[in-house]
């Protein structure tokens, strides 16, 4: 069985997931179709009778690991999950993981239940939200801030650097971590690295990645020394507005507990899709 019939499986057994609980599984696609790659995803299944039941998929992250599955319904409480989360804990304990997260739809019964019986602790929650087109004005009167120009541009190879720095401003991130990153992302394809601009000058960045006609935005970030001055909301309508002339919609994710961006998001018509919910586990265990 080739990778390209394994990934189809996978996409069918997350709608029946889906469909069965009336959640939203945050699988990372864009990672998931290129696994084993530098900092990409890994994945482990369970076939029965030529039919795809059990799922894992392992995510890096810079130095971070993200951890999501899945078990089809009616092949539940068979021990399946335990069995793939046995073979990830190998493959974990044999790379170089920083902090490892284990991530659930908040909706998800199943999910929740089956977390409670492993020692992890509550990490924090995201919400995926999506623009509905309902924004209090037109897109094009946000296409300036209210201290300049703001224009979208796409990085030059030899901004590399100030990507990696912008992300280690706005996430906290090592700058080890964050070139590991970007490394990753260039080998994902279907990328964009979006330089943010005010009067001519790099005030931020974004990343894009688009796929089934949906556009998911990643790596939102305004200078630190240039935020409040409108410059995120002009960056986010300009992107919808060009979105929309191919058709596609836009999506993103955000921390609960960043709400001046969520606040950013809803002004803009972004409105909560779902929400998932990270625990961390222990790897001195």
């Known amino acids: 069985m080739t990778n390209t019939d394994t ?3 996978i996409e069918e057994l997350q709608q029946r997931c889906e469909q069965y609980e009336g959640i939203a599984l945050k699988l990372n696609w864009d990672m998931l179709r290129h696994p084993g790659e530098a900092g990409g995803a890994k994945y482990l299944v369970t076939y029965e009778e030529e039919q795809l039941v059990g799922f894992i998929g392992l995510y890096g992250i810079g130095g971070d690991m993200e951890v999501c599955g899945m078990v089809r319904p009616g092949y539940r409480r068979r021990g399946i999950f335990s069995a793939l989360w046995k073979q990830a804990e190998t493959i974990i304990r044999g790379g170089k993981v920083k902090t490892l997260l284990l ?8 999910g929740t ?55 280690c401003d706005g996430f906290q991130m090592t700058e080890e971590d964050a070139a590991e990153m970007y490394v990753q992302h260039e080998q994902e394809g279907s990328q964009e690295h979006i330089i943010i601009e005010l009067d001519g000058q790099p ?20 200078d630190k020394k240039l935020r409040g001055l409108g410059i995120g909301r002009s960056a986010l309508m300009q992107t919808i507005e060009r979105e929309q002339r191919h058709h596609n919609g836009v999506s993103l994710e955000v921390a609960l507990d960043n709400p001046n961006a969520l606040s950013l998001y809803e002004s803009c018509g972004f409105v ?14």
């Not at 991530?103 to 199943?110: C, F, I, K, M, V």
């Open 7 to 9: 990934l189809k499986h």
């Open 103 to 110: 991530n659930t739809p908040a909706a998800s019964a199943s």
């Open 203 to 222: 005030a931020g960045k974004l990343r894009l990645w688009s796929e089934n006609n949906e556009t998911w935005i990643y790596g939102f970030v305004v």
């Open 272 to 285: 909560i899709q779902s929400q998932q919910d990270y625990y961390t586990y222990p790897l001195n265990r």
């Open 113 to 167: 239940a089956y977390l409670q019986t492993l020692p992890v602790a509550f990490s924090h929650s995201e919400y995926q939200m999506k623009w509905n087109g309902a924004t209090g004005s037109s897109l094009a009167a946000d296409a300036s801030s209210a201290s300049g120009q703001v224009m979208l541009r796409p990085a030059r190879p030899e901004e590399t650097p100030l990507l990696i720095a912008l992300d």
